[in-house]
């Protein structure tokens, strides 16, 4: 048997592993025969040297072995869900699992915390009060067959491995990295019982993946190996050059998510959420063509429109918050007030380039996210925003409301507002706004 030092060399010099190599490794790591240094070197060699399509099967495999895997058979109806690979903004979660339930699919979701600088699904959730994100398996059954979807976190039991891997990889620089990006997904994605999935492969400065190119690489990537599995999977390639929608904070990206599925006209902003709600949309036909409940994905598309306009996937969101313990008349009665700052546009021009990255660091700067695992979340702070990319700007129109931590010294905020503005390109001359949908890889 190879010592776990072997393994981590094998991989560093550009060998091949064998399926039980990394089998061993893995699961060294469940049962703490292979230290976090270990595994944080094994990672960077794995970051650097990268895995066949074999070796990217056995880590996925082995990952999910490290849990409990749900059989969600029992539960009458095609069960089919979305992931993202993480962006800034992303908030399409919250408003898809309850209109998907609407059109008729079950969504068995098992979403992530704040992965670096992107958001995380469970994180936003959890700015209503009384959300729980842990829901034992019985609770998680019932949720489905009751109310059609539910989002839960991963429990200790589910792919033991990625959570230590998870939490290793956002501090030592290793996220990037297409196996480890399809092992994590994959591994959780196969345990929640899920029957397909839509993974949305976010591209651009915000994005995990910057080019095209790289995330084409990751979609093919991660199909194959959810084949291989036994789960029909899709990638839709979609972009992350600016925050979607006009909220990035985890309280104001549920009244964003509110206000959509509602139908409400926009209290928060100058913008509305066209992007958010179109990529939702065809999500969510990607979604039910993929479960069989569309023929065609335009059947989809068709049948996800008339259940967000009529009510029905608003109404399974409340159903879905309620049985989760949340309440959203909480979440939407007016909050403490906090201090607040308008950042505006220091010249006229075009808004040409926003650093999505940048500004979910911003996010995590003020508390809105997560420096190390033990931090707690502030779901008040967060920016909306009044102008994005293609606008055209005078000198002081408003970019960003900025809802400030309750104790933030001047100097914090002022370098916040630099890093800010440094993050947004203004231009004499107009640049076309990126495509939100690129493509689709089978
Ligand atoms: N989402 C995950 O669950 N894992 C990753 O590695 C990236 C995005």
Request: with cysteine; hydrophobic share 40%.
């Amino acid at each position: 048997m190879m010592t776990p030092a072997l393994t981590i060399q094998k991989k560093r010099d550009g060998k091949e592993l064998t399926s039980s190599e990394i089998k061993d490794f893995i699961q060294g790591l469940s049962n703490g025969n292979v230290a976090d240094y270990q595994a944080t070197a094994f990672l960077m060699a794995v970051y650097f040297r990268g895995m066949t399509l074999t070796e990217t099967v056995a880590l996925t495999e082995a990952m999910l072995d490290s849990g409990e895997r749900y059989d969600l058979s029992s539960i009458p109806g095609v069960k089919v869900d979305k992931h993202s690979t993480g962006g800034v903004g992303d908030k399409v979660s919250l408003i898809l699992a309850p209109l998907a339930a609407a059109c008729g699919l079950k969504v068995p979701s098992m979403a992530g915390r704040g992965l670096g600088h992107s958001g995380g699904t469970i994180d936003k959730l959890e700015a209503i009060p009384g959300y729980t994100a842990q829901l034992p398996k019985s609770r998680f059954e019932a949720a489905l067959n009751e109310v059609g979807c539910a989002i839960i976190s991963q429990s200790d039991q589910i792919a033991v491995a990625d959570k230590k891997l998870y939490a290793l990889r956002d501090v030592t620089a290793t996220v990037e990295c297409i196996p480890l990006i399809v092992g994590s997904i994959l591994s959780k994605k196969v345990a929640e019982g899920t029957q397909g999935l839509v993974l949305d492969v976010k591209v651009g400065n915000g994005a995990f993946m910057r080019s095209r190119e790289e995330a084409r690489r990751l979609g093919k990537t991660i199909t194959q190996v959810a084949k291989r599995l036994g789960v029909k999977c899709r990638a839709i390639l979609t972009n992350m050059d600016q925050p979607l929608g006009y909220s990035v904070g985890n309280l104001s990206e549920v009244l964003e998510c509110v206000e959509v599925l509602k139908g409400e006209k926009h209290k928060h902003s100058d913008l509305t959420s066209v992007d958010l709600k179109e990529l939702t949309i065809q999500l969510c036909a990607h979604m039910l063509e993929l479960g069989g409940v569309a023929k065609k994905l335009a059947d989809g598309r068709k049948l996800a429109m008339e259940r967000l306009n009529d009510g029905s996937a608003w109404k399974v969101f409340q159903e879905m918050i309620k049985f989760q313990g949340g309440s959203l008349d909480k979440a939407l009665s007016p909050q403490k007030p906090r201090r607040t700052e308008i950042w505006t546009a220091p010249k006229r021009g075009f808004i040409t380039k926003m650093d999505s990255r940048q500004i979910g660091r911003i996010l995590v700067e003020l508390g809105g996210g997560r420096k190390k695992a033990s931090d707690r979340i502030d779901p008040l702070v967060g920016l909306v925003f009044h102008r994005k990319l293609g606008a055209k700007v005078q000198q002081g129109d408003p970019i960003a409301e900025v809802t400030l931590p309750e104790e933030s010294s001047s100097s914090a905020v002022a370098g916040l507002k630099t890093t800010f503005l440094e993050s947004i390109e203004i231009s004499g001359t107009r640049k076309p706004v990126p495509k939100l949908i690129y493509e689709v890889v089978n």
